[in-house]
């Protein structure tokens, strides 16, 4: 008898898992444990479980980035209650198959929201969003997307903590989350009050800052998709007003050249600017329109207040400008400025680095990333290096709520993302381009010190490494998963 046909077998007799360590072929043995978690995970779940037709379908091919869309999870289960996810983790645990976790499907990484031979849970039927004005806490479903949270929590003028562009989900919080509020509020993660989180094992816990999970919902606040499956998130709410509330000025601000300018402007905005109510995104976009490079610079400036300080804001307003969209904005306004981000269908890819406000070290870095845009032309469509300043401010409000494990060093700094769409048609990144950006990345390094950002890395940057509490990080997670279930059955950050 041929390995296959005992392999076989065992599907037929799922109960004789032990008979799946004959079969030496390893991904023969990842496809046994799958079926037999996703038949057992039928018995118990029913039509919550799909292992093919339209709704498999759709939800295989959900992913933004084209790459996490060409995986075939053996079954995908829609969860309804943490209770089903319980289930599932059982059954996954058991089993000891490969499996994901899909919130709002924006990961850029390769394989961290999706999974081969292994199951998929999808949070699409866990949605709902509250808030409670006696507590003063919005609870969100992991399913949830920032736009129909905001919208959800405008009436009653609030809103969480959360991302900048609305078809980005609640996955963000687990990296650490920056947004359009973290200047005053922290990371989107440093909201946190209370998360009900999975186990690998199934088991149901309620993390608090003070109960006997501090450790794990410390380690929930930048650990990704290690530490366990959250099936809720109870958050502090920021009290923003409603969308009739124009308690905001700011905008978009479009230039097609000065790059050296808006670089220093940048660094200089990085290092001077620490004003709890000053935020700012500026975005280096190469595009690629037949052959041609076309450049274009965008910058969001907003305050919160009457109008943009000169202060603060002034060399970028007198930089020459295609066009300049500003003015008073309610916070529903201002989330909506960057829209929706789901174009889907083309390769995506991040990768992180972290830079001081050093003007030498912002036109270095662009001096890099811009030549290496140009070399590698023909496989983009848009290339981007965005900064995202961290001002002491957020660090020391993150701080003030309990810290996370991120734990940057005081003083400010840029998160810095380098971010390439290649063209209609490329699948997959080409092995020449990846090294290309591996170069890079030791072109542009951090600035000694500063964590990587988590949500917007390269699958193989060690993100945790470069964290304040990594040492932190790593016992926690010995604690919680003594058996390493999680990092030898899904993909995601390094280091553990
Ligand atoms: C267009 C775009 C705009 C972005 N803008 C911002 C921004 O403004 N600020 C910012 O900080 N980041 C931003 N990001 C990065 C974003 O934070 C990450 O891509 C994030 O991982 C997306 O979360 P998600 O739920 O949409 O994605 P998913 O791919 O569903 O999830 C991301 C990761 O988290 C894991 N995960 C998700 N939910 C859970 C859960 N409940 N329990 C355990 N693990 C879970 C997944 O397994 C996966 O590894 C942006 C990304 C894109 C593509
Ligand atoms: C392992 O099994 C898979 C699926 O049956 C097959 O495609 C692959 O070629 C096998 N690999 C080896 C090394 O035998
Ligand atoms: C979510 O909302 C639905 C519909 O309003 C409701 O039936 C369900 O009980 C809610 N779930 C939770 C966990 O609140
Ligand atoms: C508008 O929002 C600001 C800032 O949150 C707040 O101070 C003010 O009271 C709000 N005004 C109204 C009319 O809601
Ligand atoms: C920038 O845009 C202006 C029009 O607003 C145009 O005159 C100029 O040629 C453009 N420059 C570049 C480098 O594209
Ligand atoms: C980028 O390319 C230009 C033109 O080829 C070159 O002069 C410059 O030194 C390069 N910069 C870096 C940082 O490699
Ligand atoms: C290419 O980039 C342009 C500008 O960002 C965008 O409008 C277009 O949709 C992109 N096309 C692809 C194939 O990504």
Redesign the pocket.
């Given at each position: 008898m041929s390995f296959t046909s005992i392999c076989f077998l065992v599907f037929l007799a799922p109960t004789v898992l032990s008979i799946g360590t004959l079969c030496s072929n390893r991904s023969e043995t990842s496809r046994i444990a799958a079926w037999n978690a996703c038949n057992e995970l039928e018995l118990f779940l029913g039509p919550l479980v799909q292992s093919s037709g339209a709704m498999y379908e759709a939800a295989a091919t959900n992913a933004w980035n084209l790459q996490n869309t060409e995986y075939k999870p053996t079954c995908i289960v829609f969860p309804r209650?943490a209770a089903h996810v319980q289930t599932a983790m059982v059954a996954i645990y058991t089993a000891e198959s490969h499996y994901a976790v899909q919130a709002g499907s924006h990961s850029a990484m390769k394989g961290w929201n999706t999974v081969q031979d292994g199951v998929l849970i999808i949070f699409s039927n866990m949605k709902?969003v509250?808030y409670d004005a006696v507590k003063d806490s919005i609870v969100l479903?992991p399913g949830i997307h920032w736009e129909e949270a905001i919208t959800a929590l405008e009436p009653y003028g609030v809103a969480p903590v959360g991302g900048r562009v609305g078809g980005v989900g609640t996955g963000l919080f687990l990296g650490g989350g920056l947004s359009w509020l973290s200047p005053s509020q922290g990371y989107a993660a440093d909201t946190f009050r209370e998360l009900d989180v999975v186990l690998v094992t199934g088991e149901l816990v309620t993390a608090t800052a003070t109960n006997e999970y501090s450790d794990l919902f410390r380690a929930l606040k930048g650990g990704g998709n290690r530490f366990g499956i959250v099936t809720?998130y109870e958050v502090e709410p920021v009290h923003t007003g409603t969308k009739d509330n124009k308690s905001f000025f700011g905008g978009t601000i479009i230039y097609n050249s000065s790059a050296e300018a808006l670089l220093k402007a940048t660094a200089r905005f990085v290092r001077d600017v620490d004003d709890p109510k000053a935020v700012l995104l500026a975005s280096f976009i190469n595009m690629f329109v037949e052959d041609e490079l076309v450049p274009i610079y965008l910058v969001w400036p907003f305050y919160s207040g009457p109008e943009l300080p000169t202060n603060i804001f002034g060399d970028f307003l007198s930089i020459p400008a295609v066009s300049s969209q500003l003015g008073p904005l309610s916070y529903f306004d201002v989330a909506g400025t960057l829209g929706l981000g789901d174009d889907r269908g083309y390769v995506q890819h991040f990768g992180a680095s972290a830079l001081v406000g050093d003007d030498d070290l912002f036109l270095d870095a662009f001096d890099h990333w811009n030549n290496f845009s140009v070399v590698y032309k023909d496989n983009f469509n848009t290339t981007t290096l965005a900064f995202t300043p961290v001002p002491d401010s957020q660090i020391q409000a993150g701080r003030a709520k309990g810290g996370n494990i991120i734990s940057p060093p005081r003083g400010g700094f840029a998160a810095v993302q380098i971010y390439e769409t290649f063209r209609a048609g490329i699948n997959d990144i080409p092995q020449n381009v990846q090294q290309a950006i591996d170069v890079l990345f030791e072109q542009i390094p951090p600035s000694p010190g500063l964590p990587l950002y988590l949500n917007e890395c390269d699958s193989q940057q060690e993100v945790f490494q470069s964290y304040g509490e990594y040492e932190l990080l790593k016992n926690t997670y010995s604690k919680y998963d003594p058996g390493r279930f999680n990092v030898r059955h899904t993909q995601g950050p390094l280091g553990l």
């Open positions: 209650t709902n509250s479903e809720r």
